[in-house]
């Protein structure tokens, strides 16, 4: 199932479901790409298997991992565990070439249902490339959402909306109006964050934006992601519905901050 754009497929959908337990299986978009085709997502790297393309995970949720991998746990570090839920599709609310409006559920381990989400994204033509928007509105009754970093691991709040891109085969770099480069933007908070990487001959340019001044999650020594730090500092408590949008401009090229 693909998202398009004037014509031209830019995103697949995954529902995950098929995936291991460990990996936390949900819903993903992969591969994603620009107008002419290049892919700018990577999923089931051999580096961290739990990486979907475009997906929404939280490492810890009431003590459930829906995040994927090993689970950190204070004092110990990343320890595997038998902690691994689930994000289910439930059913359509929407679903055209440039939409898909979805109930999931968050599952625990024992299969019971810890928080409900509506997922809405969406696909559109902008100057020179196409956007991808995505609404998450998670509904629940007095659930923990938490992270690496509210359980002991300082600067590693990952959590909520990611973005796992491909290994570039040339130079990449990330940067936002602050800064430049993975210590300069990581944990950062600003109005835009953006990447550039690809190879020589298909270099492309992601930019995300976001309606929460959540600090951004920031990798590209060990891999290159972007995405966002939900539980940065302290654990979110969703007793009624959490929302978060997430905008990302892709273009093909490596484009300056002026160009978009």
């Given at each position: 199932m693909d998202l398009i754009v004037e014509g031209v497929p830019v995103a697949t959908y995954n529902s995950g479901a098929e995936l291991h337990t460990t990996l936390s299986p949900r819903p993903y978009l992969h591969p994603v790409r620009t107008l002419s085709g290049t892919v700018v997502t990577d999923a089931l790297p051999e580096d961290h298997r739990w990486h979907l393309?475009?997906?929404?995970?939280?490492?810890?949720?009431?003590?459930?991992?829906?995040?994927?991998?090993?689970?950190?746990?204070?004092?110990?570090?990343?320890?595997?565990?038998?902690?691994?839920?689930?994000?289910?599709?439930?059913?359509?609310?929407?679903?055209?070439?440039?939409?898909?409006?979805?109930?999931?559920a968050w599952l625990g381990p024992d299969g019971a249902v810890l928080a409900h989400e509506r997922r809405e994204q969406s696909a559109r033509p902008i100057a020179g490339g196409w956007a991808l928007d995505v609404t998450v509105t998670?509904?629940?009754?007095?659930?923990?959402?938490?992270?690496?970093?509210?359980?002991?691991?300082?600067?590693?709040?990952?959590?909520?909306f990611f973005w796992r891109l491909p290994l570039p085969d040339g130079p990449s770099t990330v940067f936002t109006e602050h800064g430049v480069g993975e210590e300069q933007v990581h944990y950062t908070r600003s109005p835009w964050l953006a990447y550039h990487g690809g190879s020589p001959s298909h270099p492309f340019t992601v930019v995300l934006t976001a309606s929460v001044d959540d600090p951004w999650f920031v990798r590209q020594a060990g891999y290159p992601g972007l995405g966002s730090a939900l539980a940065a500092e302290t654990p979110v408590l969703v007793d009624g519905e959490l929302r978060r949008s997430f905008t990302a401009r892709v273009y093909d090229g490596h484009l300056a901050a002026d160009e978009w």
């Amino acid at each position: 199932m693909d998202l398009i754009v004037e014509g031209v497929p830019v995103a697949t959908y995954n529902s995950g479901a098929e995936l291991h337990t460990t990996l936390s299986p949900r819903p993903y978009l992969h591969p994603v790409r620009t107008l002419s085709g290049t892919v700018v997502t990577d999923a089931l790297p051999e580096d961290h298997r739990w990486h979907l393309g475009v997906s929404i995970g939280v490492q810890d949720v009431n003590g459930a991992n829906l995040w994927g991998g090993r689970t950190y746990v204070r004092d110990r570090g990343y320890t595997w565990m038998d902690d691994h839920g689930a994000i289910r599709h439930v059913r359509w609310r929407e679903r055209t070439p440039s939409r898909l409006d979805e109930d999931l559920a968050w599952l625990g381990p024992d299969g019971a249902v810890l928080a409900h989400e509506r997922r809405e994204q969406s696909a559109r033509p902008i100057a020179g490339g196409w956007a991808l928007d995505v609404t998450v509105t998670l509904a629940a009754d007095g659930v923990r959402l938490g992270s690496p970093a509210t359980n002991g691991r300082a600067r590693a709040g990952y959590g909520g909306f990611f973005w796992r891109l491909p290994l570039p085969d040339g130079p990449s770099t990330v940067f936002t109006e602050h800064g430049v480069g993975e210590e300069q933007v990581h944990y950062t908070r600003s109005p835009w964050l953006a990447y550039h990487g690809g190879s020589p001959s298909h270099p492309f340019t992601v930019v995300l934006t976001a309606s929460v001044d959540d600090p951004w999650f920031v990798r590209q020594a060990g891999y290159p992601g972007l995405g966002s730090a939900l539980a940065a500092e302290t654990p979110v408590l969703v007793d009624g519905e959490l929302r978060r949008s997430f905008t990302a401009r892709v273009y093909d090229g490596h484009l300056a901050a002026d160009e978009w």
